[in-house]
């Protein structure tokens, strides 16, 4: 079974550092790409960026570039995602999912979902 | 700010069809993106549901379908179960802001 796995919940403080993972189980790690969403309280989904972890290939949204950064060991199988200073407006869900595109890059879908780790960011 | 409008909740009846619509604009799904619907239950991770405006996985029930028209798309649930009461969701490309978005969700009660 193909399936992502996430770290678990963190509760920091403004200013710290953090860093979460998700592994893959049950495909080639590396021949497929790795996205994180966001999912702040009462929110919508939003697409972060992703990485080839056959190459480390990064691409960020315009709207999160420079606010985190994207990586990935593929030796074990893993992808992260992790925030230098953290503040409140961080707290939310993040969610680490596979792109799937059977035609156009664009038309991907994800499939499947980590069960998402709780960020919770407070003085 | 979400760029694809779900209204937020949808009702039926056991047995009954309902609708959950997903509206968009030029830059996405009226641009001629594919439309994809997921299905998220209580402390699960969101599930796949509908890919490429109108295809179901295996194993995903007959009972649901995906329509597109325009710039706005639709998922129908047919045969109303108790087990469909969760919150489905769409996502899309959107060329304007160069990644993929997501709708605003919509929760189905089954009265």
């Known amino acids: 079974e193909v399936q992502l796995v996430q770290s678990g919940a963190e509760v920091k403080k403004p200013g710290e550092s953090l860093k979460i993972s998700c592994q893959g189980y049950?495909?080639?790690?590396?021949?497929?790409?790795i996205a994180w969403l966001r999912q702040m309280p009462g929110k919508g989904l939003e697409w972060m960026g992703m990485?080839?972890?056959?190459?480390?290939?990064?691409r960020y949204s315009p709207s999160f570039e420079g606010q985190v950064t994207i990586s990935a060991d593929k030796s074990i199988n893993t992808a992260y995602l992790q925030w230098s200073s953290l503040t409140a407006s961080d707290t939310a869900i993040y969610y680490c999912v596979r792109p799937v595109s059977p035609s156009s890059a664009y038309d991907a879908y994800f499939d499947p979902w980590g069960q998402g780790t709780v960020v919770t960011v407070s003085s | 700010q979400s760029a694809l409008t779900q209204p937020p909740s949808v009702s039926g009846a056991p047995g009954q069809r309902v609708t959950v619509s997903c509206t968009g604009s030029?830059?996405?799904?009226?641009?001629?993106?594919?439309v994809h619907w997921y299905q998220r239950l209580p402390g699960k991770a969101p599930k796949l549901l509908i890919f490429g405006n109108n295809n179901r996985p295996s194993g995903v029930p007959d009972r649901f379908s995906g329509s597109k028209s325009g710039s706005s798309a639709s998922l129908a649930i047919t045969g109303l179960r108790a087990e469909d009461e969760t919150e489905y969701f769409c996502q899309s490309y959107d060329s304007s802001l160069s990644g993929w978005v997501f709708g605003t969700g919509t929760t189905v009660t089954v009265l």
């Open positions: 990485i080839y972890p056959g190459d480390s290939d990064v």
């Open positions: 049950g495909y080639t790690f590396a021949n497929s790409w």
């Open positions: 030029s830059s996405n799904i009226g641009a001629g993106f594919a």
